[in-house]
């Protein structure tokens, strides 16, 4: 039996970012991964391969619809599927190839295999091959991530009926897709599709798109993808999915009951949200606490058994990578007998469609149901210099401030690029600014990151530029 510092079961990016913090700190550190590969659902076949298929996607539709209008004429386009997923691969690849040379680089044991909890300081490792070992840890951390949710009685065969993973790795574009869920991953991954020539249609339960963001920003990018082409059946459910001979049968009707209606489609993507990954961890037996949806309890990222910690999307709170990331560093950090703490006010969340949406802190819905005194500074892209330039004026940015303490407390951007820009609010928050201190700040010009100022400036009532 090998002892360790520290034992990481999962190596996405709450996994490994722990395991480089844990080593960069001396602790003698292995990190487990039964993928094969490490980066987790992010690098494998989440944000990173859908990120390339939007870059590549977006530069073909530009091409397709706004070249000429830029006085660019080109002629003989056309979709090169297997070299765009090639590409799409050569990014996975070059990605994860790093995560495993900076466990090398900081003296991380990487194992291939699957962790599971004998209770106490054990962990019992199925390793490739078949070969189980028994490691010893003074820390256990579970950084095993999430799985996609799917719909009671219906089959993803990863074929006809898809989720995230099987929508990355389609091998033709289809006629019609059907997108079951509006949120950041259906709309991400119909947007691909779409501009690359598919019908797609979104059905959604609730009746507007990404419902946990601001209103008004739901609202307006809702209009904007109906314009780009993207049909939606909102405040509608999805009864039954039957596989035909050629294609899929979708029977949906009103989420309050209603007529019932049919819609058919080569593909069917569910993208109803993701569920903890839990299982065959040996919680039950090491006496780890988890709720009835799998979710792992914790406080302070520490489970009810001392030593063994969890992190990321098998605990509370959103499923985003980079939160991960923020709960590996401080638990490894508390491993070491050091500080370690994540702000959860300062999560930002992006969506990386054209335009796209980013927010952090509250929206003004939470605001008026916490009953906090807020003032609001908007600024629309139509009117920032750069925006119009580039002919990407879609959009508008919105900042919060909490009246009575004078601090930022939220922002919420829809525009190009805005996934960039939206770190700029988070280190403002981070460093407790007001809006004021934002508006003072001196821009470049021109950029879109002078929308950020003006809306700044609106809060306090003195707007500039619109």
Known sequence: MSAYDVII????????????????????????????????????????PSKALLHASHYYETAEKKFAGMGIKATGLSVDLPKMMDLKLDAVDGLTKGVEFLMKKNKVDYIKGAGRLLGGSRVEISEEGGAKTVHDAKNIVIATGSEPASLPGVEIDEDRIVS?????????????LIV?????????LGSVWRRLGAEVTVVEYLDRVTPTMDAE?????????????????????????????????????PAKGGERKALEADIVLVAIGRRPYTTDLGLEAAGVRFDQRGFIETEHFA???????????????????H???????????????????????VIPNVVYTDPEIASVGKTEEELKAAGVDYSVGKFPFLANSRARTNHETEGF???????????VVGAHLMGVGVGELIGEICVAMEFGASAEDIARTCHAHPT??????????????WLMQA
């Not at 709450?14 to 292995?30: E, F, V």
């Not at 995230?164 to 019609?176: C, F, Q």
């Not at 590996?328 to 959860?344: E, P, R, S």
């Open 180 to 188: 079951i869920g509006a949120g950041v991953i259906g709309l991400e």
């Open 217 to 253: 920003i739901s609202k307006q990018f809702q209009r904007t993808l109906a314009k780009q082409g993207m049909k939606f059946q909102m405040s509608s459910k999805v009864v039954a999915i039957e596989r035909l001979k050629a294609g899929v049968h979708v029977a949906i009707e």
């Open 164 to 176: 995230s993973t099987g929508a990355l790795d389609l091998t033709a574009i289809p006629k019609k």
């Open 397 to 407: 940015a919105k900042i919060l401030e909490d009246k009575a303490a004078k601090r």
């Open 303 to 321: 489970t009810n058994i001392p030593g063994v910690w969890a992190i990321g999307d098998c605990t509370h709170g959103p499923m985003l990578a």
């Open 448 to 461: 879109m990151s002078e929308a950020i100022r003006e809306a700044a400036k609106g809060v306090d009532g």
């Open 9 to 48: 079961i999962g190596g996405g990016p709450g996994g490994y970012n722990c395991a480089i913090r844990a080593g960069q700190l001396g602790l003698k550190t292995a990190i487990v991964e039964k993928r094969g590969k490490l980066g987790g659902t992010c690098l494998n076949v989440g944000c990173i």
């Open 323 to 345: 939160k991960a990331e923020e709960e590996g560093i401080a638990v490894a950090q508390k491993c070491a007998g050091l500080w370690g703490h994540v702000n959860y006010d």
